[in-house]
């Protein structure tokens, strides 16, 4: 017996080192060939041999290679920033565009091996080298609707089968109050509207919700779009439930439908519109005087170009349940500009005028601009806190 065990520990002592060097598969064939000679089982042959064999070699520990140094987290900040942050799948296919847009009006230098590193970010080191810098802000916005019942029986509930949303020119349309949490009298809107198939947004400042200005600013949207109009969808509003915009749209064969009654979600891309765009740019303060309705103005009128020309945005191309679980598939990040750039119902004329006007466009200044009617709008809004107060002291 004693000779048994002292042939045993030899066999386990000689196979230890073989075992140690082995692949996954070749353990499992040494661990059988020991089994069948000793008459042990499989899990005291493998304890045998780790006893056998001493304890491993302490490893190495791996040296990491830092490919993205500390210098790339300045021009990394400043795109991020002048894209107001976005995430990390938005951004990276974006970025060769806006650091060629930046670098052409000396808004950002970068050395061969710097440019060439940013480029290659991929979306999962983009959102961790930023992670630092992300803030979350939550806001919660309410409704204005007042239901305009008069045509509603003569404008059709959207249906998909009747909009193409593959071509350009049908809008979703929204009005956007900014009240301040005082819906009384009366204050200024945002007319939001927002291309189905590109995500091409407009928005106009108007007085208040008077059918006048709202159709005035629908009409200056048209002339500003990049392609012709061939669809509206509204809510139940009677902003725009009335005969002015009806007979309008008959006149110019434009399709105009609303959507249900208490059912936000029909009108989902301008919906999210009226935060990532509207609400993010001036908030939720009461403006109700004619200098924050030219600020406002103003504002838009900077803001449509950076949104339209350098916000990438994804759209979802599949949604599948399985259960309780649901899986959404995202396209590629585009900006609206590549998107209408890249559709075959557009002109080839108005996709030149695009892409001469894209050259001429600073999306740097085009923040600053943005972020100075945004302080102007803070003052004219604390100019008539004070002069409330003096009026009531």
């Known amino acids: 017996m004693g000779l048994a065990m002292v042939e045993r520990k030899a066999v386990t002592k000689e196979t230890a080192a073989r075992y140690r060097r082995s692949s996954k598969k070749g353990k499992g064939l040494i661990l059988d060939e020991l089994c069948a000679l000793t008459g042990w089982n499989r899990d005291h042959a493998r304890r045998a041999l780790r006893q056998a064999a001493g304890p ?33 799948k938005r951004l990276a296919p974006f970025m060769q565009d806006i650091v060629e847009a930046l670098e052409r009006f000396g808004e950002l230098e970068l050395g061969p091996r710097e440019r060439e590193l ?11 080298r930023l992670d630092g810098a992300r803030r979350g802000l939550e806001l919660k916005g309410r409704s204005g609707t007042k239901p305009g019942a008069m045509l509603k029986h003569q404008i059709a509930i959207r249906t998909f089968s009747e909009w193409d949303e593959d071509r350009p020119g049908f809008l979703e349309i929204d009005l956007v109050g900014h009240e301040g949490g005082d819906p009384s009298g009366d204050f200024c809107q945002s007319l939001d509207m927002t291309d189905v198939a590109t995500g091409w947004t407009e928005v106009r400042a108007v007085k208040n919700k008077a059918q006048r200005w709202v159709f005035e600013a629908l009409q200056a949207v048209e002339a500003a779009l990049p392609f012709p109009l061939a669809g509206i969808d509204s809510d139940n509003g009677a902003e725009f439930i009335n005969h002015e915009l009806y007979r309008y749209c008959q006149q110019r064969r434009i399709t105009f439908t609303r959507s249900r009654s208490e059912r936000k979600n029909d009108g989902c891309y301008v919906e999210q ?29 900077h803001l449509r170009l950076w949104v339209n020309f350098f916000c990438p945005q994804m ?7 399985q259960g309780a679980r649901v899986t959404k598939r995202y396209d590629v990040a585009r900006t609206p500009y590549q998107r209408v750039l890249a559709s075959p119902k557009v002109s080839a004329k108005a996709k030149a005028t695009l892409t001469r006007q894209y050259q001429t466009l600073n999306p740097a200044q085009l923040k600053r601009d943005i972020g100075r009617c945004q302080d102007q709008l803070l003052k004219e809004a604390k100019l008539k806190e004070d002069r409330r107060v003096r009026k009531m002291a």
């Open 56 to 88: 491993p070699k302490p490893r190495q520990p791996r040296r990491q290679v830092l490919v993205y140094g500390p210098e790339l987290m300045a021009p990394l900040r400043k795109v991020w920033a002048t894209l107001d942050g976005p995430c990390g």
């Open 315 to 321: 759209k979802l191309k599949e949604k599948t349940r």
């Open 118 to 128: 940013l480029l290659a970010m991929s979306a999962a080191t983009i959102d961790r």
């Open 273 to 301: 519109k009226n935060w990532s765009v509207v609400r993010r740019a001036v908030g939720y303060l009461r403006y109700d005087t004619d200098a924050e309705l030219a600020v406002l103005q103003e504002l838009y009128g």
